[in-house]
């Protein structure tokens, strides 16, 4: 049976706990406050990049640009962003998870896996996967010149015949207490359908050539960024609950080794006055 000295022994021991685990709530929440500023500024931005670019592929298919050729799909391309760090609950599983389910049935020499982030690149590197590219660390912080690395290879494996297909697995932030695993279409670029789809004609000043020739590489390294920005504001937001979680399970651990000192002290002194009380009976 555990003494009154081991009790306060792990009551200090958790107590050392929660306040790391306060700490690293309260970081996490400063980072997820400009994560979310980050989200806020970046999101018009890409989806007015996205509608342009799907709303002038269909001028773009009549010219054979590379990138908005769709062919059968023999060979994928998966981009998995998961976080460097943990400490953030099932994020990083809930994300492998889905990743396994999208490459299941897939014989792996039809696969280019391609991770992002340390936690990927551990997962899927004890598990064989070797892609043609990796970025080992994400960083803190959306590192644009990490996106645009990514963004050319993407650019150019496609464009080369490489890959029919390339695909993003991301944590879609939503809210603080809301995030969704979301597996995007990357390449190709599907031309726009529906009322303001490929009925547009479009007139290109100075060039078509010239336009897309600025357009693709921005409209890509949009997309990446924003994808790493998405999953940077989730990951800050799943540690920020997790933390938080156990702060408390650690303040009601504290609160139940707490009583449960007090019962054993209680317990000693009464056995001590019984004792004295018994020793003077004794005495009479």
Known sequence: MATIKDIRRRIRSVASTQQ?????????????????????STRPYAAKMTD??????????????????IREVHRRTYVVIASDKGLCGAFNANLFRHAETALKGWDRQKVDLIPVG?????YFGKRGWKGSFKLPELGDQVDFAKASS?????????ARGETDSVEILYAKFISTG?????????????????DHGPEKDY??????????????PRYVRTRIATAMADSLASEHA?????????????????TALTLIRNKLRQAAITKEISELVGGAEALR
């Not at 790391?20 to 806020?40: N, S, Y």
């Not at 709303?55 to 050729?69: H, I, K, N, T």
């Not at 938080?244 to 504290?254: F, L, R, S, V």
């Open 20 to 40: 790391i685990t306060k700490a690293m709530e309260m970081v996490a929440a400063a980072k997820l406050r400009r994560a979310q500023d980050r989200i806020i």
């Open 52 to 69: 342009v670019m799907k709303s002038l592929s269909a001028a773009a298919s009549e010219r054979s640009d590379p990138l908005f050729a």
């Open 118 to 122: 340390r936690r990927a690149n551990d």
């Open 150 to 158: 990514l963004a050319r290879h993407l650019m150019g494996i496609y």
């Open 178 to 194: 809301s995030r969704r695993i979301v597996q995007e279409s990357f390449l190709p670029i599907v031309p726009e359908t529906g």
């Open 203 to 216: 007139i290109f000043e100075p060039s078509a050539e010239a336009i897309f020739s600025d357009l693709l």
């Open 238 to 254: 799943a540690r920020l609950i997790s933390m938080g979680a156990a702060t408390k399970n650690a303040g009601e651990m504290i």
